[in-house]
Each structure stands twice: as structure tokens, then as C-alpha cells.
């Protein structure tokens, strides 16, 4: 680029041009920039995207917590049913659930009357008789008035309550009742 309007510019042919007629040619002497206005528009517009993102994580974290507790809450029921199933064929009158710790469920189960037994399972699925670390609380209800059989000592229709948290009151705890019906023959 030549500079002419400075004599010093027409005797070089390879030189730096001058600063001023640089920037002249550019569009004057202000340099493009952003304003503090725009950074503080876009600052605000980033933090409100951020944010919203950030409040959908609680959500998803709680749907997440839900969903493993009504899995664990089926599995739990399918394990008590499983148990009585098994035995109610040779011990309708005196169906023993073995517990995780090795120990059977007292009193046994009477399938041939209506009775409730109450038992605990931990965060995984393990069932026992204690409270203490217990994270869902199992209701076993029998009802020897099953609808549609006429002998109360060869079927019973078997409620499965489970409640979680286990420690906390009745009005705090969500439930799923599983019901089945479990015959002699």
C-alpha cells in the first residue's frame, strides 16, 4: 500500500504505511468492539439458559429416585409372592418367608384365615424384621373370602403393601398394593 500524501512514502517502494492513512482507509479512527451494553445483554441471556438448565436436574433426579423405588417395590412383591407360592401346596396353614439374614418370618403365614404380617426391606430389596435400616415397609394381608371359591382353606387372595420410606408416617409414604391370588391345588 502507498502512501501519498506523505513525501516520505513516494521515495520506498516495500515500507510500512503510516498509521493514520491506514486507519483512514479502514473507516476512521474507532476500533469495532463490543459495547458494555451487549456484554451485559449477552451475559444475561447466557445466565438465563444456564439457569434453566440447571432447575431441570432436581426434576431428573427425583424421576430417576421414583422410578428405581417402584421397580425395587414390584421385585420386593414378586419375591413374597414367589415365597408363598412355593409352599402354599404342602404348608397352606403355615407358609414360613425366609428373610434375608437366614431367619424365617414369626409368625408364619396362615393362609387358611384373614391376617396381617408386617416385615422390612432395605435399599436392596433384602427383606428383614428390623426397622432400623429398613427403606420400605411390607404389608402382608390375607383374605380367605375370595370371591368365587367356595372353600376358604384352599385359596386365599394375598395383598402385598409396599411403603416407602418405611420410617416415615403413614400420610409421607407412597404405596403400590400388588394382589394376587394363591391357591392350595
Known sequence: MLC?????????????????????KRGGYSKKAFSLLEVVIALGVITVGIVGVLAVFPTALQTGHSAQDETRAAHIAQSVFGSLVAQAPSQFSNVQIRLSDGVTLSPSINLTTSSSYTLYADNDGQLTNSAANATYLITIYTNNAVPGFTD??????????????????????????????????
Open 4 to 24: 501519498y500524501s506523505h513525501d516520505s512514502a513516494r521515495r520506498w517502494r516495500f515500507f510500512l504505511p503510516c498509521m493514520g492513512c491506514w486507519l483512514k
Open 152 to 185: 376358604p382353606a384352599s385359596a386365599n387372595q394375598v395383598t402385598v403393601r409396599v411403603a416407602w420410606p418405611a420410617n416415615a408416617p403413614a400420610a409421607n409414604q407412597t404405596f403400590r398394593d400388588y394382589v394376587r391370588i394363591i391357591s392350595k391345588y
